[in-house]
């Protein structure tokens, strides 16, 4: 069963606000330059959605209301979704922050049936958490998302294994969950734009032409898939802390971003310490102005929770980059590879006493709010930044 939140940000807003009910609402960061995260259902039909520059949005829609995201206010939406859930089958995988997989063989029984569970969950979610969802039941994961996908909004489907192949049979390839825009033009070039065309294609020429991925193709367009849900606190790696930062203006200097990557790093360093984690892997995303999106990232030997070293790595991810020509209107700084880090003093006293600082900071920081004390090369830097939303996952 895939359970997913129908334009979960924004819907928590007009729960909270009942003159933001029926109404054309976008839900972004701060700044003419940020971008919608999620648009009401009022606002679908101009043809804004989740992505797009909130400038061209009011362009498509003069009357938006532009409410700025609280991402606390989701979080904790969320975790009281996922609770709901999890009484269900403890078998629930958190996929993003507003949509997740459940196991439900070992609960149909005691539930009455597939369909029962899904409206009892439905209902449980509307009168509970006042907010609606979509639900697809289906034999696997890409088949309940396309399910939950194909019902919304408030919808439920459910798809048997005696129906798929009539459902794929006219199905666009891109509707299928890890079919983008690029690969379906790829397809399309091919001549493959349903489904069914792309199951008569010969996997060795989706193979040669797409490598390991053409034999996931084969299968996806069969409605084949056997991931198995994998409960989400039984997969620590998948836990990751981001920021991302969309700057005031395109960047084409490297000297201004090293000093944007040095923020990131100190606040994804501070909501570590918060949890109690510290992480292995550092990545580094630089979104140029096209919106074209590079990612990469360096593993280290030692789990980091201090910005100066977390930085350290993400400078030199980002110092061997390449940098297109374009400018750059987004950065990002995201520290995964989790572990739960135990206070313990470091060896050395040149560290020790870098901890210290770190502690004391931390310390007036809590009391007297964020970058209260910080460090002098990130005196009078814009203070946007935001969490990475789409990859959010609990950290408990
Ligand atoms: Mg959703």
Redesign the pocket.
């Known amino acids: 069963m895939h359970v997913?939140?129908?334009?979960?940000f924004a819907s928590v807003e007009q729960r909270g606000n009942p003159w933001l009910r029926g109404r054309p609402i976008a839900v972004s960061g701060s700044g003419w330059r940020s971008v919608v995260t999620s648009a009401s259902y009022q606002a679908r039909p101009f043809g804004i959605s989740a992505g797009m520059p909130v400038a061209q949005a009011m362009r498509l829609c003069p009357a938006l209301i532009r409410v700025e995201g609280n991402s606390d206010k989701y979080v904790e939406t969320s975790e009281q979704v996922i609770a709901l859930l999890r009484e269900v089958t403890p078998l629930v995988e958190v996929a993003s922050i507003?949509?997740c997989y459940l196991d439900i063989t070992g609960s149909l029984r005691l539930f009455g049936g597939a369909e029962a569970l899904a409206r009892r969950v439905k209902a449980r979610i509307r009168e509970e958490v006042g907010l609606a969802c979509?639900v697809g039941v289906a034999p696997n994961k890409l088949m309940a998302k396309l399910a939950s996908g194909l019902s919304k909004p408030d919808g439920l489907l459910r798809l048997t294994a005696e129906e798929l192949p009539a459902w794929l049979e006219h199905l666009p390839v891109t509707e299928l969950c890890g079919i983008g825009p690029r690969l379906g033009a790829a397809l399309t070039a091919m001549g493959v734009r349903t489904c069914a065309e792309l199951s008569r294609v010969p996997v060795a020429a989706l193979t040669a032409r797409f490598g390991i991925v053409g034999r996931h193709l084969h299968e996806m367009a069969r409605g084949v898939d056997s991931t198995p849900v994998v409960p989400t606190e039984e997969r620590p790696d998948a836990k990751s802390v981001g920021h991302t930062l969309t700057l005031d203006q395109d960047l084409h200097d490297r000297e201004p971003m090293r000093r944007h990557l040095f923020r990131l790093a100190e606040e994804v360093a501070r909501r570590l310490r918060k949890g109690r984690y510290a992480g292995r892997t550092v990545t580094v995303m630089v979104r140029y102005a096209d919106f074209v999106t590079w990612s990469r990232q360096t593993t280290l030997e030692a789990p980091l929770d201090e910005g100066l070293a977390i930085y350290d790595a993400a400078r030199r991810v980002f110092d061997g980059l390449r940098l297109r020509p374009l400018g750059v209107r987004l950065l990002g700084v995201t520290v995964s590879h989790l572990v739960h880090a135990r206070d313990q003093l470091p060896l050395l006293p040149s560290l020790q006493r870098r901890r210290a600082s770190v502690q004391a900071m931390d310390a007036v920081n809590d009391r007297y709010g964020e970058f209260t004390l910080t460090r002098a090369t990130l005196l009078q830097m814009e203070t946007r930044t935001r969490p990475i939303s789409p990859s959010w996952r609990p950290l408990a």
């Not at 997913?4 to 979960?8: I, K, V």
């Open positions: 997913d939140m129908d334009a979960f507003d949509e979509s």
